[in-house]
């Protein structure tokens, strides 16, 4: 009867000599750094090494993507360390002259990762946004719940924002990070946006234009349009090009867990470069905006999604054990799509109507990742703060109008905010170095506002069945009482 549980009680025990191995290798080498036992630093290597092959034992046994991506940037940031050279391309002492090309370096791998998430975008927004706004029989019915929903997402997206600011304002974990010597850090422009150069960037002109320069707002914007459009199609017409899309969904999502497999990689060359080109001091401020991020995904929970559920007579303990294992398949995986069939069978086992589950997780999927919006603003002036640039609490609330609007187009997908984090501080005339610092730590990032967006999900569905008055009035389907226990 033991036989079943020897692979996860050995896999068990390597995590457990991993996370000894990494230990004592941290200890030895701050030991050494504070001369309390001298060591050499072909000895510290070594010791690091080791640890890192015990790591990458685990993550091979593992089978995870998470479990890459962590080694990953073990292996990157060591690399990094020891072999700047390599790791940059060239002498890092040595700053490359004035129009000399930049040689073949880790970037072109994390550049490469970034350019591949950017082709998922477009496509998988205009699929989700269309099938599930067109896809409904009763607009009516969509509609109302439609309306409520969005009045709560708006409302949740915005406190997150504004927690986010907030955060990096008080830890300011972006002040003193220095761009890389051989790095043209381009000069920074003040150009004047006024008010309806803002609301007319949000539609687009040419769909194709849009998709090609990566405005994903008007992506969106146009997507909601064309939903609307084809659900006033008659049946017989829109049913065609709803499978064609769904089907371009499905691929979509595919088509990400092709480019994830390549996400070890990118996260370990950018890591790899940010500590060749800068050392592991470099590490001390992102180690500081990982903090900000994980206190104020707390601070969210406890001070704007508990109130709520109190506020919603949400009943705690049965919603707290309801969202365990969404949560912590997000956690793990990095993405909430992973989460979403057992998050929507735990909230209808908790009482909320299949109808309301099936049309307001999904939608709060694209409208209302609370903790992907929070980490946006965060990140945002992250970057402002990284180059320099001051900002003042008008530009800081221009920067928060902006992410509220184009955050609704994130999908969820690891990684994406990457891209609508680029498009904002390319808005603002920001440099994009600081961007890919912020990779290298991104996948840690990632798990954390990814449990927050299911968090978050979960609670919109029960919020607006007690809205409609629905909640607890329909009793779970059978099948879904049988996969989803509802003791007490």
Not at 25 to 34: H, L, Q, W
């Amino acid at each position: 009867m033991s036989q079943p549980n020897q692979p996860s009680s050995s896999l068990k025990n390597l995590l457990l000599a991993t996370l000894a191995a990494i230990t004592l290798a941290a200890i030895v080498t701050v030991v050494a750094d504070f001369g309390i036992v001298p060591l050499s630093a072909g000895t510290l290597m070594t010791v690091r090494w080791i640890a890192l092959g015990i790591a990458t034992a685990y993550a091979i046994r593992k089978r995870s993507l998470t479990a890459w991506i962590i080694v990953s940037m073990l292996i990157g940031a060591e690399f990094g360390h020891d072999f700047p050279r390599l790791a940059i391309g060239h002498d890092p002492n040595l700053p490359l002259a004035k129009g000399e090309p930049d040689p073949l370096s880790a970037k072109l791998l994390s550049a490469l990762f970034l350019r591949l998430i950017k082709t998922i975008i477009a496509p998988l927004i205009f699929s989700t946004l269309v099938v599930g706004i067109a896809g409904h029989s009763d607009l009516k019915q969509v509609g109302r719940m439609g309306i409520k929903a969005l009045i709560y997402f708006e409302i949740v997206t915005t406190l997150a924002l504004f927690i986010g600011v907030g955060a990096i304002n008080f830890s300011k974990a972006g002040v003193g990070v220095q761009p890389p010597a051989n790095m043209q850090v381009e000069q920074i422009a003040t150009a004047k946006q006024s008010a309806s150069d803002v609301i007319l960037h949000i539609f687009p002109e040419n769909i194709a234009k849009s998709v090609a320069e990566g405005q994903v707002l008007q992506v969106v914007v146009f997507s909601i349009i064309f939903g609307a459009a084809l659900a006033l199609m008659p049946e017989k017409r829109k049913r065609p090009l709803l499978s064609v899309l769904e089907s371009l969904s499905e691929t979509m999502f595919k088509f990400t867990n092709i480019v994830m497999l390549f996400a070890p990689i990118g996260v370990g060359a950018a890591i790899a470069y940010t500590v060749g080109a800068m050392g592991l001091g470099i590490l001390k401020n992102l180690f500081v905006l990982l903090a900000t991020l994980y206190v104020a995904l707390i601070f969210m929970i406890v001070f704007v999604f508990l109130p709520i559920a109190f506020l919603a007579r949400v009943p705690i303990k049965r919603f707290a054990r309801a969202v365990a294992e969404p949560f912590s398949i997000a956690f793990a995986t990095a993405t909430s799509e992973a989460a979403l069939p057992r998050a929507m069978e735990n909230m209808e086992a908790l009482g909320v109507p299949r109808h309301v589950v099936a049309f307001v997780m999904p939608t709060g999927y694209s409208f209302n990742l609370d903790g992907s919006t929070l980490y946006l603003a965060l990140a945002s002036i992250f970057v402002a703060q990284a180059a320099g640039v001051p900002l003042s609490f008008g530009q800081q609330l221009l920067m928060v109008f902006t992410l509220m609007v184009t955050s609704k187009g994130v999908a969820a997908i690891p990684r994406a905010s990457l891209v609508i984090l680029m498009g904002t501080v390319d808005s603002f005339h920001l440099p994009a170095w600081p961007v890919f610092l912020i990779l290298g730590i991104d996948a840690l990032m990632d798990m954390a506002r990814t449990s927050v967006n299911v968090i978050g999900n979960c609670l919109a569905t029960v919020v607006i069945a007690r809205w409609e008055g629905e909640f607890g009035k329909e009793q779970p389907s059978p099948v879904v009482l049988e996969a989803v226990p509802t003791h007490d």
